[in-house]
């Protein structure tokens, strides 16, 4: 069995695994922009105060007067020292042969590894400042940010000066910081961690609840229902969830009464028929009766035929194995062959047909199944047709659609009945009394054939007065 995870455990470790991420970049960001800033801002610093240092010396050896270089240089180193106590640097000043002659000496200068600087780096420096960072070609043990500059004093000896601060000290600076930012990360990642796990909790109980719905669905209780949610897709699908379990349930309630129905269609004719000839066998019914009676058993197994054959008609339709042959065809000829069909019952009850008088009538549908159409509810107009009465057709093309209307005058139909008159196997009580051989399809098939077609079907009816059918049909090939 292949293992899964919940949705639960991966939105958690996703957003974590976001979060933790989004993290560790912000750091690794902070710590190259930390690390560039206080790069800048040593550079700037120690270029700023090297200028003021040189402008001083400059003053220093000038002032010196008479006295001798010792001295002249002791009072550089003076001037030296105070600049490099107030910015935490060596400022020293070299010989063109990078001997040191004065110096501020507040660091020490102790992590040289020679006594002079190297002439290699001595060529590198300029007459305005030139910033490094690099070991000055193996002066220092470790990297340092230099600012030097070559120049001369008043006696035009070729002199450099130096401003120096060990990488070292940036970098403490930046692990403080980096500290102080892992602390606040580990803090806001606990508090994330927290409300991802709530948020999470929350998004992903509606899911639960569905599924827990939909399980209940599964095992035939439909009438689970989930409640609204405030979160749109969450609703659509409770409400999609919800409509499926009506749909369902009222399918499930129309296949328990369609069985019940077929049940007791089949049942009262195959009754009769084993009574009428367990009757004639065990000599209940006298050979004088024989013939009448087999002719009712023939009659029962042509009404088991009729229902038989509609089930399977119907059947085939609501699956999609029956495919329409699309054509323009004129809505008059199959009305036509039908009320053909039925000349001898319109006769004996001497019925009126109505608006026939009219032009060609098209309409875009397959001629056999709207010939069905037009014998059932044309059949169903005569049988429910008081004597005399009558039955009328009208027919109005409306934009791309054609109406056709069938009435006919008699009891009509209550409003109960309105609603229930296309349902599977229903027969109305007058129904039952005109004709017993019905079997309570042949609406239902005509609205799955009218649906078929993209069309509508509906019926309206004022009681002791008329029923009429009205159908809608496409009257263009065009979708």
């Known amino acids: 069995m292949r293992h899964t995870k919940s949705i639960f455990f991966k939105y958690f470790y996703i957003c974590s695994a976001v979060i933790l991420t989004s993290f560790i970049c912000l750091g690794a960001v902070l710590l190259l922009v930390s690390s560039q800033y206080f790069t800048g801002e040593k550079r700037d610093m120690l270029t700023t105060n090297l200028d003021k240092a040189l402008t001083e010396a400059r003053l220093a050896f000038q002032e010196g007067g008479e006295i001798g270089l010792a001295d002249r240089l002791h009072n550089v180193s003076v001037v030296l020292k105070s600049y490099s106590s107030a910015s935490n640097a060596d400022f020293f000043i070299t010989d063109e042969n990078g001997q040191i002659v004065a110096s501020g000496q507040v660091l020490g200068l102790k992590n040289t590894t020679a006594g002079n600087i190297p002439v290699s780096f001595l060529e590198k420096i300029g007459e305005t400042a030139t910033y490094d960072q690099s070991t000055l070609d193996g002066f220092f043990k470790e990297t340092h940010h230099t600012v030097a500059q070559h ?23 930046v692990v403080n910081m980096l500290k102080l930012f892992m602390i606040s990360i580990i803090v806001v990642l606990i508090i994330c961690v927290v409300v991802v796990y709530v948020a999470t909790l929350r998004l992903t109980a509606p899911i639960k609840e569905m599924a827990q719905t939909a399980k209940k669905i ?162 169903n107009a005569i049988k429910f047709a008081n004597d005399g009465g009558y039955i009328a057709f009208e027919f109005e093309k409306i934009g791309d659609i054609t109406e056709v209307s069938i009435a006919n005058s008699g009891d009509g139909l209550s409003e109960e009945e309105l609603p229930l008159v296309f349902d599977r196997f229903y027969k109305t009580d007058q129904s039952r009394g005109l004709d017993a051989t019905g079997v309570g399809l042949g609406l239902n098939i005509v609205k799955s054939i009218v649906k078929l077609h993209g069309g509508t079907i509906r019926v309206t009816s004022v009681e002791g007065e008329y029923t009429k059918f009205i159908i809608q049909f496409k009257n263009t090939d065009e979708n």
């Open 151 to 173: 120049f001369y004093d008043m006696s035009h000896v070729s002199l450099y000066i130096f401003a120096t601060s060990p990488v070292s000290q940036q970098d403490a600076s």
């Open 218 to 379: 599964g095992e035939g209780d439909f009438s689970s229902q989930l409640p609204e949610y405030e979160i749109t897709e969450f609703q659509e699908l409770g409400h999609a969830i919800n409509d499926m379990a009506i749909s369902i349930g009222s399918y499930d309630k129309m296949r328990t009464s369609f069985v019940a129905n077929v049940s007791h269609e089949l049942r009262t004719p195959m009754t009769s028929i084993g009574g009428f000839v367990d009757g004639i066998i065990d000599g209940t019914i006298p050979p004088s009766q024989h013939k009448k009676y087999l002719g009712l058993v023939s009659t029962e197994i042509k009404r088991l035929t009729r229902l038989v054959k509609s089930m399977l008609n119907l059947a085939k339709i609501e699956s999609g194995s029956t495919k329409p042959e699309f054509k323009m065809i004129n809505v008059i000829e199959p009305i036509a062959n039908s009320l053909f069909s039925f000349e001898d019952r319109i006769n004996a009850k001497n019925l009126d047909i109505r608006g026939l008088d009219v032009d060609r009538t098209l309409i875009y549908a397959d001629n056999d199944l709207v010939h069905q159409v037009m014998y059932n509810l044309i059949e």
